[in-house]
């Protein structure tokens, strides 16, 4: 479910989904409910149409705050960038 499997197609495979939510937020500070609305909206406009639930969005949160790429500060979801090296 984190990586795209048989059974999970790439665009709703978790990480995927983090990387939509990235993508669609710009990296600016958003609440949790813009950034829902915003990840619609940017999959309605890149033409993915597989449905997406509320609860897998959420996941996808959790994976990148487990990845230490966003935090939720003051009710905003905040996103930070990581250093490529190793």
Do not use: S
């Not at 939510?21 to 609305?37: D, E, H, K, L, S």
Request: proline share 5%; no cysteine.
């Amino acid at each position: 479910m984190i990586v795209p499997t048989k059974g999970v197609a790439p665009q709703r495979a978790l990480l995927a989904v983090g990387a939509q939510i990235v993508m669609a937020t710009g990296r600016q500070p958003v609440t949790v409910t813009q950034a829902w609305r915003r990840l619609l909206t940017w999959r309605e406009d890149n033409d993915h149409r597989a449905p997406l639930t509320f609860w897998w969005f959420a996941l996808a949160l959790d994976l990148l705050y487990a990845l230490g790429l966003v935090e939720l500060e003051q009710d905003m979801l905040i996103f930070r960038a990581r250093d490529n090296a190793a």
